[in-house]
DNA sequence: GGTTATTTGTACGTATGTATC
DNA sequence: TGATACATACGTACAAATAAC
């Protein structure tokens, strides 16, 4: 037989590797969710009920539920009158899923900072056009009280400082644009913080957003986009003339401790 | 005592709820991975090490470990010499996640069609003015074999449609942006489906392909932004008129039957 | 090439939390 | 207020797979 080199017997070549119960329990569960036979909020039978409908054991089932969980499709509920439900979907999770991603990725190199600092750019520049056409007008007092909370000095100013963000991007009224650029400020924040002693920045950066939330009330789409591309202009150069933020110091001793 | 209200006793409002134990151990692992304690490549110990190590049960370990190896950050072999490893984290899967999010949010109005087209304008055009600036030769080649290799009539044609997109995201030289774009592309494709009997609406799609990519291969960045403006406007009036894609028909007797 | 040690996969029993009566 | 029923949470024992010897 000389058909080794290309993965086998030609009667085996078209298998694939054996999958564990518990990835087969959540793949069909997955596809129940997907295709709309369980909707958002419809509970599903006790963990007992659906082992033996697979006929696989509870363990192999709370494995597929712990699967579906973490993909936020389903959540469950212990005690009595509890269960496993599927979820009414929430754009946050997605968003923290994609920060989490975003983070590792940019620590393996894979994305640089230059492409993060440039996405970023291209996405919240025209956010600032869409805010100042569409925002309603609550959202213009919310973008208001984060301009105006910002304290003197404090390390709380950094919070003030993505709150504006934030808000702007919720402005825009496409909720698809915030969950993108969220994670994108965040693993950008992750790797730079601006020390609250820099006063100097703090202060540019305060007048920035006044200047973008003056713009934004008066409904000037094309000044905020172009208030917000030099306001992102000037973090940038900052960002880059900082370096990267400190490491951690390295663990001490064993990270899995035997007990 | 009158401070039921408000949630509970004075002493006891901080408080969080209890958080089950496989939860625990994996936001523990998870911020290991996220530091940088743990890396790519890495070998946790064996389940009943890390049972132990956290003082738990090996069911409890592995229901933490399903939940992170749904988010890609570990995965399992096993066998003697298997174990859990930190995955080498790769953009793809980043990006199928993100679609498969997406295609769910889209499914239950937590994300309008709007919302998804104008985002992919957003991402798109200034990919277009990116890529006439900075493609390499190895990718003007790609971009134009995406756009020849179109053929007259056949349900491959979708194919070369996302192809065409996916190398021009490519050829702007920013993976971020092209990690973010490919899944919104992909959502709207799962939701429409242009069929290949529509010539009239190939062949502009196919027109507007080589327009967009002789002004690329001309380095010509405000005009291949302006003709993908107006490819995208194009296909977005056509997506609109389309109305949603068919639903599967419902599904016959109990999802979970029982044995 | 079989034996064996080590690892993940699976089954099942017990503990605990929670709404209802 | 306590008893009870039923759900998830947790723990233990065994089975199966895999690579080295």
Redesign the pocket.
């Given at each position: 037989m000389a058909d080794r080199a290309d993965g086998g017997p030609a009667s085996l070549r078209a298998v694939h590797?054996?999958?564990?119960?518990?990835?087969?329990v959540a793949d069909q569960i997955r596809a129940l969710i997907v295709e709309g036979d369980l909707t958002p909020g419809d509970?599903?039978?006790?963990?007992?009920?659906?082992?033996s409908a697979?006929?696989?054991?509870?363990?192999?089932?709370?494995?597929a539920?712990?699967i579906l969980t973490a993909a936020n499709l389903l959540y469950?509920?212990?005690?009595?009158?509890?269960?496993?439900f599927v979820t009414r979907t929430d754009p946050s999770v997605l968003r923290d899923h994609l920060e989490t991603g975003l983070g590792i990725l940019s620590g393996t190199d894979a994305i640089s900072l230059d492409e993060l600092l440039d996405t970023r750019m291209l996405l919240e520049v025209p956010a600032a056009r869409l805010a100042a056409q569409r925002r309603t007008d609550e959202q213009l007092v919310a973008l208001r009280e984060a301009v105006e909370a910002a304290p003197p000095d404090a390390d709380v100013r950094y919070q003030h400082h993505r709150r504006f963000h934030t808000e702007l991007l919720e402005a825009s009224g496409n909720r698809l644009l915030q969950l993108v650029t969220a994670p994108v400020f965040g693993v950008i924040r992750s790797r730079f913080v601006i020390p609250p002693s820099r006063r100097k920045i703090w202060g540019e950066i305060e007048a920035d957003h006044e200047e973008i939330l003056g713009l934004v009330e008066a409904g000037d789409g094309d000044g905020a986009a172009e208030a917000m591309r030099r306001h992102l202009v000037r973090l940038n150069a900052f960002y880059q003339s900082m370096g990267p933020r400190p490491q951690a110091p390295a663990r001490r001793g064993p990270i899995f401790p035997v007990r």
């Open positions: 590797r054996i999958r564990p119960a518990y990835e087969q509970r599903l039978p006790s963990e007992g009920e659906v082992a697979f006929g696989v054991s509870r363990g192999t089932v709370r494995e539920i712990r469950s509920v212990r005690g009595a009158h509890g269960g496993t």
